[in-house]
């Protein structure tokens, strides 16, 4: 059982249960509404609200003038209390735990208090003989900001590649039963690897989905050939794994064709290609998804002055469904050149619902496929040896159902922070000091935590190899039930 009650920038502490608050004795004190779980008893929810807490003190000191001091120490706390959150500052804060000793502590802030002394020492203003003081009462007014927030793995183990040894998510574990809990989540570059023209992706998903595989390595899926862009002439095709320092893992899938001889490349939109990932039925994800596949066009050669244009599309099969995507569905890098950059591609919405299966039977695999396309826009001859190539990385389903955002160009300086924990909640862009520079260029908007066990996914479109992009996190959350 502790209680310390402490102003937030840590200078001063007191704890209420240890001496010479309470030296010797029972400690007697009274949570609000049965908030917490005590020994043999059924916790009992409370919603999110300011509540009076009482704790009944014995506190003794080496003499009448220390003991004075210390009653005076708890006057003047409170009085800080009070005039800071007056102020809207919430610079005092309650810290308790009851309960067995693994139970974590919960955190208040004080919005004002009294010290109550019993009859008998006030019968002795100047306390000139009076060592000790029983039964002193002390009263609160507080408002439960949460548990202390336990993050796993570490900030600095995150990672934006996959679920593995190297993680892109961090999650909150400590938070059954905590409905709606407000989030204030830093998020900074861990290592200077942030490229600032690309984006980010921030998204969220509790309960026992969380723990849904949502990352697939292209390499270990299949490559299938399409239509041949050529159409005439001979070609060859390349399905193989590739080996590439700037792929995630070292590996990618790659759909190669080429010519040796006269060819023609029609105007035509043209399958080139697949990488098709299986998913087991048991494994499937559920819910609303973006498709994100980290991508690569082109190759030597492509005619960009004749409007020659190569990049990616979505498929998928699942049972008698399937998805072969039309000219409209194609995803064109943000800037043609003869040698492209590794890019984030968004492919793409997905939703995977679930699906009934009798016992004994088996629900079908499901066909995620990322197509390489090419499209013209005229016809092109010539006899000069061609090469069209798409190199595919990796797979990420990003959740979007329990909230998602997208943020344009964050530079390696930034810092963005994801609040709806203050009054004016919204995404916001600091700078290495911390100062807010303005509201984030984003898609989507802040969201807090789920009712159950959340994770939290980032994801970063840059050009270099994504294992070496670092996050680095601080997280703050305040359940709007609080004690669970």
């Known amino acids: 059982m502790t209680a310390t009650l402490e102003l937030y920038d ?78 809207g500052a919430e610079q005092v804060k309650l810290r308790c735990q009851l309960g067995n000793a693994n139970a974590r502590d919960v955190g208040y802030g004080v919005l004002r208090g009294e010290v109550e002394l019993p009859a008998t020492l006030l019968q002795e203003p100047e306390l000139s003989t009076v060592h000790a003081a029983s039964g002193v009462r002390l009263r609160m007014l507080v408002e439960p900001f949460g548990r202390l927030a336990e993050v796993t793995p570490t900030a600095s183990a995150l990672r934006n590649e996959q679920d593995g040894s190297s993680r892109n998510y961090i999650d909150f574990t400590m938070m059954r039963g905590t409905h709606g809990a407000k989030l204030q989540l830093k998020i900074e ?15 969220k998903r509790s309960g026992a989905r969380r723990t849904d595989a949502l990352f697939f390595q292209a390499e270990d899926g299949t490559t299938e050939r399409g239509t041949s862009p050529t159409g005439s002439g001979s070609y060859g095709w390349d399905g193989s794994d590739v080996s590439s320092a700037l792929a995630s893992g070292g590996k990618l899938a790659r759909m190669e064709w080429a010519t040796g001889e006269r060819y023609r490349l029609g105007t035509e939109f043209t399958l080139a290609g697949r990488v098709r990932v299986s998913i087991s039925g048991a494994r499937i994800p559920r819910g ?104 595919v990385d990796y797979v990420t389903l990003l959740p979007i159902d329990e909230g998602a955002v997208i943020l344009n160009g964050v530079g390696p300086s930034d810092r963005v922070l994801m609040d709806t924990l203050s009054d004016t909640p919204g995404v916001y862009l600091l700078n290495s ?32 190899d994504p294992s070496s992009v670092g996050f680095r996190v601080t997280p703050k959350y305040s359940p709007l039930v609080a004690g669970v």
């Open 288 to 391: 609303l998804f973006r498709v994100l596949a980290r991508c690569r066009p082109g190759a030597a050669r492509i005619r960009l002055d004749e409007g020659e244009t190569m990049g990616f599309a979505l498929g998928w099969e699942f049972g008698s469904h399937s998805k072969t995507p039309t000219a409209r569905d194609a995803v064109y890098p943000p800037s043609r050149a003869d040698d492209p950059s590794w890019e984030m591609y968004d492919l793409g919405e997905l939703l995977l619902e679930p699906m009934a299966v009798p016992n004994g039977y088996t629900a079908p695999t499901f066909m995620l496929d990322v197509h390489g396309f090419y499209h013209n826009r005229s016809a092109i001859n010539g006899w000069l040896n061609r090469r069209l190539r798409w190199d």
């Open 189 to 203: 570059d861990s290592g200077g690897t942030w490229t600032g023209s690309k984006r980010m992706w921030i998204a």
């Open 10 to 87: 840590g200078t001063t502490t007191i704890d209420l249960l240890a001496s010479p608050y309470f030296a010797s004795g029972q400690a007697r004190m009274s949570p609000p509404r049965a908030e917490f779980a005590l020994a043999g008893q059924t916790l009992r929810r409370v919603r999110y609200s300011p509540r009076e807490f009482e704790v009944n003190l014995n506190v003794r000191a080496s003499g009448v003038a220390s003991l004075r001091d210390r009653l005076r120490a708890l006057e003047s706390m409170l009085a800080a209390a009070e005039s800071r959150a007056a102020a």
């Open 433 to 464: 000091s911390d100062v807010v520079q303005r509201f984030a260029d984003f898609a989507g908007g802040p969201f807090g935590i789920g009712a159950e066990d959340t994770r939290i996914y980032f994801v970063r479109d840059d050009s270099g």
